[in-house]
């Protein structure tokens, strides 16, 4: 069987977000920036500095820094068969380029591009089908920091449960039980309470004002009929948020876990 990665894959998105090409560097450059945006992130902020994003409890993807010009090109390589559990070789590194562009108006477009070769395997269109779904509610989440909180430190708060069943049962289920409404409308989540910001599918993107400004993305995932998880991510950005997290934390685990699928 022919293992050589040969076989390409690519990804592209472009977003236009408020902001400075250094206030966009900042953002997408910085291990403080990605983890505010983003997921946890740990980067050495150089060429050849190595990078490092959790993905969940000793998930994480491990990579390095390939291009580094400020404030505008990024490139980095993550260890894809590493990160997929395969042999190395069997499939090229993982690399993303991040493009800034400054636009008038106080605007910068931002282009990603995610490419990589696999062998051909029926797994890898798919991951890269899931990447693609998967990539495009941060873009938004991009947008939203630069808008309110750019610059600043975020404190992550996390949870998510398992249920029985399809990821989109799933999803209309945690979206009445959270009341949340159309894009632009008013919400409280479990005593927090914000703007709906986007509603994209099984997922929706809210801005918090109290009782600490931030924003929470909501969600489902599942691949099968079985087995979906429903989860909060939320990113905070006060001198109090930290303690927020300790206390609102547990308590957000415990009410995904309890919501009631239909049968």
């Not at 050849?48 to 994480?60: A, I, T, Y």
């Not at 089908?129 to 996390?158: I, K």
């Not at 930290?242 to 919501?259: C, F, I, K, M, P």
Request: net charge negative; glycine share 12%; proline share 6%.
């Amino acid at each position: 069987m022919n293992t050589t990665p040969n076989v390409p894959y690519r990804l592209e998105f472009s977003v236009e977000v408020p902001g400075t090409a250094e206030q966009v560097w900042q953002a997408i450059a910085t291990a403080k920036g990605m983890s505010a945006w983003f997921l946890p992130t740990e980067m050495e902020e150089r060429e050849g500095g190595s990078v490092h994003f959790s993905m969940g409890p000793e998930m994480g993807s491990d990579g390095q820094v390939t291009g580094w010009e400020p404030p505008r090109r990024l490139v980095y390589e993550e260890d894809w068969a590493a990160l997929m559990g395969k042999d190395p070789g069997t499939l090229s590194p993982l690399t993303s380029e991040f493009l800034v562009e400054a636009q008038s108006g106080g605007t910068c477009v931002v282009r990603v591009t995610s490419s990589g070769f696999g062998t051909g395997a029926a797994w890898e269109p798919e991951f890269w089908d899931d990447m693609g779904s998967s990539w495009m509610p941060f873009f938004d989440n991009l947008r939203l920091y630069l808008s309110h909180f750019p610059g600043q430190e975020a404190s992550l708060l996390e949870a998510v449960a398992s249920h029985p069943g399809d990821a989109q049962t799933l999803w209309s289920t945690l979206q009445g039980a959270l009341g949340l409404g159309a894009e632009g409308a008013a919400v409280e989540l479990r005593g927090a309470t914000g703007t709906v910001e986007r509603v994209g599918e099984r997922q929706a993107l809210v801005r918090l004002t109290a009782p600490v400004p931030g924003m929470l993305s909501v969600f489902t995932l599942g691949d099968s009929d079985s087995t979906a998880m429903a989860g909060v991510r939320a990113y905070l950005f006060s001198a109090d948020a930290s303690d927020y997290v300790r206390r609102e934390e547990s308590a957000w685990q415990t009410w995904l876990q309890g919501l009631t699928i239909p049968a």
